[in-house]
T-cell receptor
Framework: GAVVSQHPSWVICKSGTSVKIECRSL??????MFWYRQFPKQSLMLMAT?????????EQGVEKDKFLINHASLTLSTLTVTSAHPEDSSFYIC??????????FGEGSRLTVL | DAKTTQPPSMDCAEGRAANLPCNHS???????VYWYRQIHSQGPQYIIH???NNETNEMASLIITEDRKSSTLILPHATLRDTAVYYC?????????????FGSGTRLQVQP
């Protein structure tokens, strides 16, 4: 099946720094990618929808200036957590859509902000 | 997308069938039932989906009631690696430009 890869799988950073997470569709082109975050013992919450070549659409309550999303190519979307704080520590997951509408998920990236 | 209701947790003995129920009483005629699972600290994994007929693949079987108001995911011979949170999601099979909405799911614990 289709493969979606995230990098890094885990990252630890100091408070106030920025962290970039990459999401790549390895064997298909994804015009649409989605970013979720998941806090411990909770379900996945959609943060934003990313369309190649256009601005991302953010869910209510998600700060677009803090969570910068770039979808510059059909196989790569990036999420940058700017000025990270401990409350941003979470499991970030991306999902990519094939042209037939199937959705595949990355392995997730665990961010810990000290 | 129609709302789904799942039990928060279930246990199953290794080697036995795991039957995970899902209620979706407000499902529309053009909405499919999808099942995903999430093993701890991994991204969700697609399992199976169906519209009204029962479906089977190498991972599981999906039984949908005739009125489509509920369904059951069956793992025929559960193993310890099937321990995960299982999500039942109802949505239209559109172009994939809409994200999946995850509920709380059912935490399945397969016991040795």
């Amino acid at each position: 099946g289709a493969v979606v890869s995230q990098h890094p799988s885990w990252v630890i950073c100091k408070s106030g720094t920025s962290v970039k997470i990459e999401c790549r569709s390895l064997d298909f082109q994804a015009t649409t990618m989605f970013w979720y975050r998941q806090f411990p013992k909770q379900s996945l919450m959609l943060m934003a929808t990313s369309n190649e070549g256009s601005k991302a659409t953010y869910e209510q309550g998600v700060e677009k200036d803090k969570f910068l999303i770039n979808h510059a190519s059909l196989t790569l979307s990036t999420l940058t957590v700017t000025s990270a704080h401990p409350e941003d520590s979470s499991f970030y997951i991306c999902s990519a859509s094939t042209h037939t509408g199937e959705l595949f998920f990355g392995e997730g990236s665990r961010l810990t902000v000290l | 997308d129609a709302k789904t209701t799942q039990p928060p947790s279930m246990d199953c003995a290794e080697g036995r069938a795991a039957n995970l129920p899902c209620n979706h009483s407000t499902i529309s005629g053009n909405e499919y039932v999808y099942w995903y699972r999430q093993i701890h600290s991994q991204g969700p994994q697609y399992i199976i989906h169906g519209l009204k007929n029962n479906e089977t693949n190498e991972m599981a079987s999906l039984i949908i009631t005739e009125d489509r108001k509920s369904s059951t995911l069956i793992l025929p011979h559960a193993t310890l690696r099937d321990t995960a949170v299982y999500y039942c999601i109802v949505r239209t099979a559109d172009t994939g430009r809409r994200a999946l909405t995850f509920g709380s799911g059912t935490r399945l614990q397969v016991q040795p």
